[in-house]
């Protein structure tokens, strides 16, 4: 079941890229999330699919070209799967480029994602955070 997880995760990632509404897609409608990497005034907690959606809109208002790169997917038991991730874009009003690497952490139940974690420095400070390790 867990690589079935694993491939969950990374179709999810891959959907974002294209359109949130294939992304929501693969979210339960009462999934969870928090994001540690926010931009200021941006929410760190999302409950339920609409806000989870929500706030990957204001990443898309924010950065023109917007993507998501995953550098490693890693399952770590049979819910949690682990995701090195690498975001691209340029800033809408500077036309600055930036990327960020971080971890994200999503917990999947019977096939789609009932929780996300973003915006983790590492994947020590991501597995502590859900209490897999320490």
């Known amino acids: 079941m867990s690589q079935e997880n694993v491939e969950i995760v ?4 891959e959907a974002r890229n294209r359109s949130l509404d294939e992304w929501q897609s ?3 409608p009462a999934a969870e999330g928090g994001d540690r990497a926010v931009a200021a005034g941006m929410p760190t ?3 339920g699919v609409g806000e989870l959606r929500r706030d990957a809109e204001l990443w898309m208002e924010i950065f023109d070209d917007f993507q998501a790169e995953i550098v490693e997917l890693v399952e770590l038991d049979d819910q949690w799967v682990l995701a090195e991730v690498r975001f691209r874009g340029r800033g809408g009003e500077s036309g600055a480029s930036v990327t960020q690497s971080q971890v994200d952490l999503y917990r999947v139940g019977k096939g789609l994602i009932t929780e996300q974690r973003a915006g983790f420095g590492s994947r020590d400070e991501a597995i502590e955070a859900v209490g897999l390790r320490g």
């Open 10 to 13: 990374r179709k999810t990632i």
């Open 26 to 28: 693969f979210f339960h």
């Open 45 to 47: 907690e999302a409950h």
